[in-house]
T-cell receptor, first 113, second 112 residues
Framework: GAGVSQSPSNKVTEKGKDVELRCDPI?????LYWYRQSLGQGLEFLIY????????KSGLPSDRFSAERTGGSVSTLTIQRTQQEDSAVYLC???????????FGPGTRLTVL | TQLLEQSPQFLSIQEGENLTVYCNSS?????LQWYRQEPGEGPVLLVT?????EVKKLKRLTFQFGDARKDSSLHITAAQPGDTGLYLC????????????FGAGTTVTVRA
């Protein structure tokens, strides 16, 4: 079956612009995660969605970052007024439920000029 | 500061050699996971270790969880070019076990 897909695969933007990153989780997976991977760093947890529960936004680095998950499926991560330090690979993962294996998408490489 | 420290940061070896990468923490983890990530892809889970002292084998890969559950190692026997990749360890934070803390990874290159 299809895995987690993310779009776009690459995004180059100018400082100050807003960007939207999309994640399509595996069908039937109720949990969805966003991570950020900067060069030389491990994955940094950003946000977690589980079913209809309130998302855990504790990892979002600033109020310029937001995410939503519509209909319990597709998720969008939005970064407003991008800064150069936002440049990184943004990874999405989904799992059947909270305690199950997380399956990762290929990521979106964001470059802020 | 990384909760999980991985060493070495880079490792380049010849095909057929053995290698070991390490994952250490000052914190106790209820479990640790190992992932491999190839360029342009997301990490893929290799194994989860949950019991102190546990040893798990996956073909030529051997994973060990320290007795105190603060460290883990990955040993690859007779490495092959297909083993090339970024190896990441991760463990749940104490507050929420869905929120994983990742090490920075070890980049392994196996030369043919």
């Amino acid at each position: 079956g299809a895995g987690v897909s993310q779009s776009p695969s690459n995004k180059v933007t100018e400082k100050g612009k807003d960007v939207e990153l999309r994640c399509d989780p595996i069908s039937g997976h109720t949990a969805l995660y966003w991570y950020r991977q900067s060069l030389g760093q491990g994955l940094e947890f950003l946000i977690y969605f589980q079913g209809n529960s309130a998302p855990d936004k504790s990892g979002l680095p600033s109020d310029r970052f937001s995410a939503e998950r519509t209909g319990g499926s597709v998720s969008t991560l939005t970064i407003q007024r991008t800064q150069q330090e936002d440049s990184a690979v943004y990874l999405c993962a989904s799992s059947f439920s909270t305690h199950n294996e997380q399956f990762f998408g290929p990521g979106t490489r964001l470059t802020v000029l | 500061t990384q909760l999980l420290e991985q060493s070495p940061q880079f490792l380049s070896i010849q095909e057929g050699e053995n290698l070991t990468v390490y994952c250490n923490s000052s914190s106790v983890f209820s479990s640790l996971q190992w992932y491999r990530q190839e360029p342009g892809e997301g990490p893929v889970l290799l194994v989860t270790v949950v019991t102190g002292g546990e040893v798990k084998k996956l073909k030529r890969l051997t994973f060990q969880f320290g007795d105190a559950r603060k460290d883990s190692s990955l040993h690859i026997t007779a490495a092959q070019p297909g083993d090339t990749g970024l190896y990441l360890c991760a463990g749940p934070t104490r507050s929420n076990d869905y929120k994983l803390s990742f090490g920075a990874g070890t980049t392994v290159t196996v030369r043919a």
